[in-house]
């Protein structure tokens, strides 16, 4: 009996000790993931050509072309999901068609907007879309103010994410200063993560596959730059509205920055940031994925059994 209560406490104090040890850990937790955009074309902005193509429009594409880098990065983990290589330029004037992407000549509201990112997404991979792919599955999840954990969810499954990041500026305790939700936005592809979660207070770095692309500040913008450009971007925590969500300072637009010089002075503002803007905030993040090699051959047995009976029925007549 005297061993049961002295043993007691010590249990009592070990399982407080290790609560405690454990309360510990999960204050601060790492993310750190990343994926390999290395083996696609990485296309950008200003790649779309053809007959109604304007420069308008290549400045507000970035939904459609980050969607279709995102496609050929699954694609080359699992061609047999889709019908057909999105990693082409075709695929994003396919996608431009379907996200209803519009120019600044022809629309109020230039760019694409989340919802159509969305639903554009779903009709190119559909039945009846451009590059049908049943087995790409894009149910695609759109995450509103998505958080740490749920985007390293996605990496670490070597899914596809396009985050969303609406423009906006901030003061040096990252409060939001500027008019969030009505600074225009930016769609880029997610390629990795080094992030720290302390207690919900978020530091670190993401890199992004940007498809504005290093474009030149001669002449007009979109020109000389025909590939997406890699960029670390800041993360910190801040608070939109009564939402706690993820925010990002780009690199600060200069000499070696693209530009937005659609103004006839070529001093249009940059496209890392809305006017005086250089931060943004993450809005939204549209993810898609495949099935690994394995699941996705035992997907295509029934096909192949299929191909096989009418094989032998062609025979045996």
């Known amino acids: 009996m005297k061993k049961t209560s002295t043993a007691r406490p010590f ?44 420069q308008a429009l ?30 082409t330029y075709t695929a994003v004037s ?25 639903s554009g997404l779903q009709a190119y991979l559909s039945p009846t879309g451009a590059n049908p792919a049943p087995y790409v599955f894009s149910t695609t999840t759109q995450i509103t103010d998505p958080t740490v954990s749920s985007l390293g969810a996605a990496l670490s499954a070597n899914q596809a994410v396009q985050l969303g990041i609406l423009w906006e ?8 200063t500027g008019p969030y939700k009505g ?22 770095s993401i890199t992004v596959l940007d498809p504005w692309g290093n474009n030149s500040l001669n002449g007009d913008d979109g020109k000389a730059g025909v590939s997406a450009l890699t960029l670390t971007l800041q993360v910190f925590t801040t ?27 070529g ?6 940031g809305r006017g005086a803007f ?21 997907l295509l047995l029934p096909f192949g059994a299929g191909a096989l009976r009418m094989l032998r029925r062609n025979r045996a007549a």
């Open 11 to 54: 249990l009592v104090l070990l399982s407080g000790a290790l609560w405690i040890c454990a309360a510990i850990n999960l204050s601060a937790q790492t993310y750190n993931y990343s994926e390999d955009y290395s083996g696609i074309t990485q296309l950008a902005q200003s790649g779309v050509t053809g007959a109604g193509v304007t």
């Open 58 to 87: 290549l400045n507000n594409d970035c939904a459609p072309v980050a969607a279709a880098n995102g496609l050929s990065y699954l694609y080359g983990l699992a061609p047999a999901a889709f019908a057909a290589n999105p990693d």
């Open 94 to 118: 396919d996608l431009i068609t379907d996200m209803q992407t519009s120019s600044d000549a022809t629309d109020k509201v230039a760019g694409t907007t989340g919802a159509n990112a969305l």
């Open 169 to 176: 500026s901030f003061d040096a305790n990252n409060v939001a």
């Open 183 to 204: 600074g225009g936005g930016h769609f880029v592809s997610l390629t990795g993560m080094n992030l720290t979660d302390s207690g919900g207070n978020i530091t670190g």
């Open 239 to 265: 608070t939109i509205g009564s939402a706690t969500v993820i925010g990002v300072s780009y690199p600060s637009p200069g000499a070696a920055n693209p530009q937005d010089t659609t103004t006839p002075d």
């Open 267 to 272: 001093t249009g503002p940059s496209m890392y």
């Open 278 to 298: 250089n931060n943004g905030y993450i809005e939204i993040a549209d993810i898609e994925c495949v099935p690994e090699p394995t699941t996705m051959s035992l």
